[in-house]
């Protein structure tokens, strides 16, 4: 498996809650992205981050935050979770972008009450 | 919009029996088609790449095929096992783009 490590891998937090879920590789890979995945709906992009300190929104972004201050670190922060928030949360990393192949973490499985 | 279509949504077959999943993709300009397989509660994991040449690509039982002028692919599963249970997932890429965009995948259920 690539080295690509997510945590925590299951949170239950409450409505209006900060919670900040880690990704975390050791392939030294340029790219790195945030999905999350429901029933019905497959994945889809919160955000994406294409070098440090660079990142890009996703087709479903609302409510998200990101940061990516060292390359092998993309941190998701929910500023303030909402019950459409619960979720399966996949970090994926690639090497030339979405030219190549994804790698994916674990997920995290995140319920908000 | 780009987008990427599969059928059937779910799929239920016997231990040893040969099955085909399709996707379909008005991504453009094309630049290349990827098949993943995703297993209860991990992350997907790429089976095949297609790039606009080619048509058919094989991993073992798995053999995706390409058709770059109606857009279409499909994957071919030869022999069923029961750890071909799983979630099928299409994913096709853009010339330039750094973001795939991914099918909704099919469910696919293999009993013996």
């Known amino acids: 498996d690539a080295g690509i490590t997510q945590s925590p891998r299951h949170k239950v937090t409450e409505t209006g809650t900060p919670v900040t879920l880690r990704c975390h590789q050791t392939?030294?890979?340029?790219?790195m992205y945030w999905y999350r995945q429901d029933p019905g709906h497959g994945l889809r992009l919160i955000h994406y981050?294409?070098?440090?300190?660079?990142?890009d929104k996703g087709e479903v972004s609302d409510g998200y935050s990101v940061s990516r201050s060292k390359t092998e670190d993309f941190l998701l922060t929910l500023e303030s979770a909402t019950s459409s928030q619960t979720s399966v949360y996949f970090c994926?990393?690639?090497?030339?972008?979405?030219?190549?192949?994804?790698?994916f973490g674990p997920g995290t499985r995140l319920t908000v009450l | 919009k780009n987008q990427v279509e599969q059928s059937p949504q779910s799929l239920i077959i016997l231990e040893g029996k040969n099955c085909t999943l399709q996707?379909?993709?008005?991504?453009?300009?094309?630049?290349?088609l990827r098949w993943y397989k995703q297993d209860t509660g991990r992350g997907p994991v790429s089976l095949t790449i297609?790039?606009?040449?080619?048509n058919t690509k094989s991993n073992g039982r798995y053999t995706a095929t390409l058709d770059a002028d109606t857009k279409q692919s499909s994957l071919h599963i030869t022999a069923s096992q029961l750890s071909d249970s799983a979630s099928y997932i299409c994913?096709?890429?853009?010339?330039?783009?750094?973001?795939?965009?991914f099918g909704r995948g099919t469910s696919l259920i293999v009993h013996p």
């Open positions: 994926a990393i690639s090497e030339s972008g979405g030219q190549g192949e994804q790698f």
């Open positions: 392939e030294n890979h340029r790219y």
């Open positions: 981050s294409y070098g440090v300190k660079d990142t």
């Open positions: 996707c379909n993709y008005t991504v453009s300009p094309f630049s290349n």
């Open positions: 297609m790039t606009f040449s080619e």
């Open positions: 994913v096709v890429t853009s010339g330039g783009s750094y973001i795939p965009t």
